[in-house]
């Protein structure tokens, strides 16, 4: 199982692929909230044209703002895998956090590092929980499977292969070998002898004979 570094695309098609991904979820939630909003804030009698209304207005507004912020933290990310050249966390974390950063820094310098440290720390949650989730699945994936198996039943008489106490199998002998070639032998020999005895039980046809009488 890949990581979620690894199974991304490559960096140059990561930042639309992160901006598409961005504006399709906050347009998916952005118009369930604000349809939901609407319809509490409407008139009785007008709640679904609110509703309606009010996703018209604020949902393109919503994916935009995630569009935004999918968009640079795409570069940020490439940045870092550039700089760094290699894949891991820490650059999602970084770029996280520039992200945040950069979003506000026309509220001041302050504003800003606040909500860098901000956009670390959220990173970093969600690394942390990407690593133990794929760390738990790949240790389930890993298990081997254990099988057990019931040993063959004792048949009747105790003894296993179903041949009574005090009568030894036969053809059996003190060895498999023994067991396999001797007693292969003997079955073929019997075999063979019953077939012979059925054959001359039936008595053979008078000859036909052809003198004239």
Not at 56 to 85: K, T
Not at 148 to 171: H, K, L, S
Not at 179 to 208: I, N, R
């Amino acid at each position: 199982m890949g990581t979620p570094e690894t199974s991304r695309e490559p960096c140059p098609d990561r930042i639309l692929d992160d901006i598409g991904g961005a504006f399709g979820m906050g347009a998916v939630g952005g118009s369930a909230f604000h349809f939901l909003k609407g319809v509490h804030n409407s008139p009785s009698g007008a709640r679904l044209m609110g509703g309606t209304q009010a996703v018209r207005m604020n949902a393109p507004r919503v994916g935009g703002s995630f569009a935004v912020w999918g968009g640079l933290f795409s570069a940020f990310d490439c940045s870092m895998v550039y700089l760094r050249q290699k894949e891991d966390p820490w650059n999602s974390i970084i770029a996280g956090a520039a992200t945040g950063g950069f979003l506000s820094m026309r509220q001041g310098l302050g504003a800003s590092a606040r909500s860098a440290v901000f956009g670390g720390v959220l990173l970093g949650l969600i690394e942390g929980a990407g690593i133990m989730l794929n760390k738990v699945l790949g240790d389930q994936q890993s298990m081997p499977i254990m099988i057990d198996e019931d040993p063959i039943p004792a048949m009747a008489g105790g003894r296993p292969g179903g041949f009574p106490m005090g009568q030894a199998q036969e053809g059996e002998s003190g060895s498999w070998f023994g067991g396999w070639f001797g007693g292969e032998k003997k079955k073929e020999s019997t075999a063979a002898s019953s077939k012979t005895e059925v054959l001359e039980s039936f008595d053979a046809p008078p000859v036909p004979t052809f003198e004239y009488k």
